[in-house]
């Protein structure tokens, strides 16, 4: 069985500070992780995933993700927050032996101020 | 341009009354499934489809049929809707099973029950 855990539902952050997501995931196999960001009123767009290959995920737009199977935790960062970066964001993640099966978390809204 | 469609963007509609939301992918996407997005829940998947003729459910398939007749198509029917169906609908594809791949999202439909 998969599910997933947003730990925070709103993150509010200043211009040019850094940012983090935290998300805990529950595997019966090898998972696979994703991160996806909603800018309001659009679709869905990958930022990063994980596949079990290096531990330390880049993405696009600064954004990365580090897997720690001790912790069962996939949290996402950024070094420095843009305006541009207000969105929502979800952490997916996929049982190896779940072919096709998606959970989401429930989101984490990003506010950035100026 | 490689893209995932979806009609109607918006629908609203009564209680009992089918209909049938279109999606279609042009990117010889093996892989495609339904989310309904809620508030508060992230994306919930509804029904996945590994190919044609091949469809399975996600974990919300209650009140839904798919169809998975083309490659390129795969309709969500709501045989008799109910005002709990009213939610936020995205369509993705992707090229492999899935669970290793990115998906790629549709702009969403909006529907209301009344």
């Known amino acids: 069985a998969q599910s997933v855990t947003q730990l925070d539902s709103h993150v509010s952050v200043s211009e040019g500070t850094p940012v983090l997501l935290r998300c805990n995931y529950s595997s019966s196999y090898s998972p696979s992780l994703f991160w996806y960001v909603q800018h309001p009123n659009k679709g869905l767009q990958l930022l990063l995933k994980?596949?079990?290959?290096?531990?330390l995920v880049k993405g696009i737009n600064g954004f990365e993700a580090e897997f720690k199977k001790s912790e069962t935790s996939f949290h996402l960062t950024k070094p420095s927050a843009h305006m541009s970066d207000a969105a929502e964001y979800f952490c997916?993640?996929?049982?190896?032996?779940?072919?096709?099966?998606?959970?989401f978390g429930a989101g984490t809204q990003v506010v950035v101020t100026p | 341009e490689a893209q995932v469609t979806q009609n109607p963007r918006y629908l609203i509609t009564v209680t009992g009354k089918k209909l049938t939301v279109t999606c279609s992918q042009n990117?010889?996407?093996?892989?495609m499934s339904w989310y309904r997005q809620d508030p508060g829940l992230g994306l919930r998947q509804i029904y996945y489809?590994?190919?044609?003729?091949?469809?399975d459910k996600g974990d919300v398939p209650e009140g839904y049929k798919v169809s998975r007749k083309e490659k390129r198509n795969f309709p969500l029917i709501l045989e008799s809707p109910s005002p709990n169906q009213t939610s936020l609908y995205f369509c993705a594809s992707s090229g492999t099973s899935g669970s290793l791949s990115e998906q790629y999202f549709g702009p969403g439909t909006r529907l209301t029950v009344t």
């Open positions: 489809s590994m190919n044609v003729e091949v469809t």
């Open positions: 997916v993640v996929s049982d190896g032996d779940s072919w096709g099966k998606f959970q």
């Open positions: 994980y596949t079990s290959a290096a531990t």
């Open positions: 990117m010889n996407h093996e892989y």
